[in-house]
């Protein structure tokens, strides 16, 4: 795997692009999971998740329950379990996505986001895990190739994704800050927009 991260000068952003190439002469799987932890002061009674969500899974008993709220975060609670979800987006004609973390408060009135942006294409799946416990008050957000439902379990449903001898498979990510509730308006349109 080679890896690239790059931005520019004054950029509210930067792209992190991976090529992995498969060297070798068989087949080989190919499971990448992208794991982006949020926390303080993004996180907060007042953040969301913003994404153009068609459908959603829960991994864990406690997400069942929780599938309702799968996109706010709540007061951090004591002794309060992981919750981890499945998500099916949506994306634009040529399968540009985006998940976001926004909090119209992070303390002193003023709004903050960060947006993930990528192509399903490349990342189908999105998994979100969502820890609302008092001092592990987190939020990840994994873009990957496939949901991790364990390498032998996937193999026998036929949903194991491979690299064949000397094929690249690529993958961008783009993190970018926004400040504004316009920028934050732009991202629920495109939620309504995309196809």
């Given at each position: 795997?080679?890896?690239?991260?790059?931005?520019?000068?004054?950029?509210?952003?930067?792209?992190?692009?991976?090529?992995?190439?498969?060297?070798?002469?068989?087949?080989?799987?190919?499971?990448?999971?992208?794991?982006?932890?949020?926390?303080?002061?993004?996180?907060?009674?007042?953040?969301?998740?913003?994404?153009?969500?068609?459908?959603?899974?829960?991994?864990?008993?406690?997400?069942?329950?929780?599938?309702?709220?799968?996109?706010?975060?709540?007061?951090?609670?004591?002794?309060?379990?992981?919750?981890?979800?499945?998500?099916?987006?949506?994306?634009?004609?040529?399968?540009?996505?985006?998940?976001?973390?926004?909090?119209?408060?992070?303390?002193?009135?003023?709004?903050?986001?960060?947006?993930?942006?990528?192509?399903?294409?490349?990342?189908?799946?999105?998994?979100?895990?969502?820890?609302?416990?008092k001092g592990f008050y987190v939020v990840g957000l994994e873009p990957c190739t496939v949901v991790p439902r364990g390498r032998?379990?996937?193999?026998?449903?036929?949903?194991?994704?491979?690299?064949?001898?000397?094929?690249?498979?690529?993958?961008?990510?783009r993190y970018e800050v926004i400040e504004t509730l316009e920028e934050k308006e732009a991202l629920e349109a495109f939620c309504r927009e995309?196809?």
């Amino acid at each position: 795997m080679t890896r690239t991260i790059s931005t520019e000068l004054g950029a509210k952003w930067f792209e992190l692009h991976d090529r992995i190439e498969n060297l070798g002469f068989e087949k080989q799987p190919l499971m990448m999971l992208y794991h982006s932890n949020f926390g303080f002061p993004l996180l907060g009674p007042h953040a969301q998740i913003i994404a153009p969500v068609v459908a959603s899974d829960p991994m864990t008993e406690d997400a069942r329950d929780a599938l309702p709220s799968w996109s706010r975060c709540e007061e951090p609670t004591q002794g309060c379990d992981e919750k981890v979800f499945s998500h099916t987006l949506k994306g634009d004609v040529k399968g540009n996505t985006f998940v976001c973390v926004w909090n119209d408060n992070i303390g002193d009135g003023t709004p903050l986001g960060l947006v993930l942006r990528f192509n399903l294409g490349a990342l189908p799946c999105l998994l979100e895990w969502k820890l609302m416990r008092k001092g592990f008050y987190v939020v990840g957000l994994e873009p990957c190739t496939v949901v991790p439902r364990g390498r032998e379990n996937l193999r026998a449903k036929g949903l194991l994704p491979y690299l064949l001898p000397f094929e690249c498979y690529e993958i961008t990510i783009r993190y970018e800050v926004i400040e504004t509730l316009e920028e934050k308006e732009a991202l629920e349109a495109f939620c309504r927009e995309c196809q």
